[in-house]
Every structure is written in C-alpha cells, then in structure tokens.
T-cell receptor, first 114, second 115 residues
C-alpha cells in the first residue's frame, strides 16, 4: 500500500493554457475525490467518483474543469483556459467501503497560474 | 448547507502547554466528525474521528468529543510537543449511510509550538 499519489507535485502555467493533473488512488479503493485548497483555507469538495462513474460535482467545478476516471483506477483533472483564480492546491483522496469510507489524501498538486 | 467553523489562528504555545482548538458545526443530518492534520510539506492525514454523539476520538495524545447538544468537536491535548506544529482542520461528512460522504472542512488553525 503506497498511499495516494499525485502528479505533478507542482505546475506553473500561463493564463489561458490547459493543464492536466493525475491521481492514483490506493489500490482497490472504489471512491476517488477531488478537492481544491486555496491559501489559508480548508479544502473544498470538487467532485467524486465511485468506480468509473462521476456521481457528484460541486458548483465550484466550472465548465472549464473536467475530471475522468476511465477504468475506475487513476483519475485525471483537466483545467482548460486557466485563469489566475485557478491557482490553488488540488488534492485527491480515495476511500473504500472496507475502510468505512475513511478518506486518505495525496500530497496534492500545487498549481500557479501566471 | 453543512458548514464547519474553527478557532481562528495562528496559535502559538510553549512545549508542554495544554491545547484546545475549538470547532463547531452546522449540519442537517447526523454527520461524522474528523480532525485532519497537515504537517509542513505533507498531505492531509486523519488524526481522529467520531461517528456519533458522545463518541470520543483519540490518537497521539489528542482527543475530541462529539457534542451534539453544542454542535462542537473541540480538539484537546494535555501536553504539546514541538513536533505537533502543523495546520489542523476540523471536518464533517454526511455519515456512513448516505450520500458521497464528501468532507466539509473548516478553514484550518495553524499551530506553532516553541521549545
């Protein structure tokens, strides 16, 4: 069990560019969550998957954001036409029914939009 | 919607001092309550949890009791160490049975312990 991993750990991009982040959950965890954390704030829920199905999306997830989990394992979060307001830490977490859905977090991807 | 309010930080204490970080919540259902800790440069780690009223969660000398009557889940530790310096987040979810169990977090409290 290697824990939740996220790549890249840091991403600097220019406004208007597209970026994609990857999350690898703990193996056999069927639920995967994305959160966003801005400086000095707690994480805010963006979306979650049960297996490959995206079951809930926050109003925070604008049309420029899309998330996928094609085979029910790793997930990607893409942001199109990035804006400075997208600068944040993007956190991924996973959970399983065996663990009573306790969420385990990855180290996060820090996005800076210049 | 559901929300969590935490004690404003930063909090600075001397080693071996008593710690309390206040947390209150608003929820429509019967949430589970959590404290997460974020050490410098690391991801969020679950510190302790309580899933029903009057439950006490404990770990690494930290404790918190789920108080439904005051909608609170205050974090306490009797004698803090320098290694406890971190950011602490109180959080709730909708509970085991229903919904996504997405977590709703407070804004975090930065704790610094001086030797």
């Amino acid at each position: 069990d290697t824990g939740v991993s996220q790549n890249p750990r840091h991403k600097i991009t220019k406004r208007g560019q597209n970026v994609t982040f990857r999350c690898d959950p703990i193996s056999e965890h069927n639920r995967l969550y994305w959160y966003r954390q801005t400086l000095g704030q707690g994480p805010e829920f963006l979306t979650y998957f049960q297996n490959e199905a995206q079951l809930e999306k926050s109003r925070l997830l604008s049309d420029r954001f899309s998330a996928e989990r094609p085979k029910g394992s790793f997930s990607t979060l893409e942001i199109q036409r990035t804006e400075q307001g997208d600068s944040a830490m993007y956190l991924c977490a996973s959970s399983s029914p065996r663990g009573r859905y306790e969420q385990y977090f990855g180290p996060g991807t820090r996005l800076t939009v210049t | 919607g559901d929300s969590v309010t935490q004690m404003e930080g930063p909090v600075t204490l001397s080693e071996e001092a008593f710690l309390t970080i206040n947390c209150t919540y608003t929820a429509t259902g019967y949430p589970s309550l959590f404290w997460y800790v974020q050490y410098p440069g690391e991801g969020l780690q679950l510190l302790l949890k309580a899933t029903k009223a009057d439950d006490k969660g404990s770990n690494k000398g930290f404790e918190a009791t789920y108080r439904k009557e005051t909608t609170s889940f205050h974090l306490e530790k009797g004698s803090v160490q320098v290694s406890d310096s971190a950011v602490y987040f109180c959080a709730l979810n909708e509970g085991i049975i229903q919904g996504a169990q997405k977590l709703v977090f407070g804004q975090g409290t930065r704790l610094t312990i001086n030797p």
